[in-house]
């Protein structure tokens, strides 16, 4: 006969639904934030009769590949290129000038980048560069409490970006290894826990 459920594999399972249902909850709202703020971007460069510029791969993504949340803009750039977008320029955003792209001359619609870039201060003046004043800009982030924050392959900065007043708010931190390191810790505990063959008597 097996072994009643344990305290701590239930207290486990328990954490890791949590968790799991926090994860799920927290992709939502971001597809949710991407359509919106896609919209919204369109709309505004529509008004203002500007190029809509979008900033990332809208199929790079681990979710975006299963449901596209926003569409290629007039031109879309991405490090490694869009290659179901109409026009796109292969550029690191952290690395100058955006070929081709002027000054003050875009709407910008950036979604779940800015994490992973290397240098967050030189990708923020590339957009604010062409972006020409924060409300040409809109940003979507990672919520910065979730585990994609801290343990998404590449995963450099947690926080949030957002135009306020005129200006561009940027409430973004360093991810250090050793927050990586904890959040990996407590996951593989809690999965140990759960999934750790019981006696049997």
């Given amino acids: 006969m097996s072994a009643p459920p344990s305290i701590p594999r239930v207290a486990a399972g328990l954490a890791l639904g949590y968790v799991t249902l926090l994860e799920a909850a927290a992709a ?96 923020l003046a590339e957009i604010a560069r062409i972006a020409g004043s924060p409300d040409n800009l809109f940003i979507v982030n990672v919520q910065p409490w979730t585990l994609t924050a801290r343990l998404y392959p590449g995963a450099r900065w947690r926080g949030s970006i957002a135009a306020q007043g005129g200006e561009q708010v940027v409430k973004m931190r360093a991810v250090g290894l050793d927050e990586k390191l904890l959040a990996a810790a407590a996951l593989g505990l809690a999965m140990a826990a759960l999934f750790w063959p019981r006696g049997r008597s």
Avoid at 44 to 71: E, K, N, S, W
Avoid at 106 to 117: G, M, R, T
């Fill in 28 to 123: 939502v709202i971001r597809y949710r934030e991407r359509v919106a703020a896609f919209d919204l971007a369109a709309d505004r460069a529509t008004a203002l009769g500007r190029q809509l510029v979008v900033i990332g791969d809208p199929d790079a993504g681990l979710h975006t590949r299963i449901i596209r949340a926003y569409g290629c803009g007039d031109v879309c750039v991405d490090i490694n290129g869009c290659p179901k977008c109409p026009v796109s320029i292969v550029a690191d955003i952290t690395r100058g000038k955006i070929p081709n792209i002027a000054d003050d001359s875009a709407v910008v619609f950036v979604s779940c980048v800015l994490e992973y870039v290397e240098d967050l201060h030189g990708a």
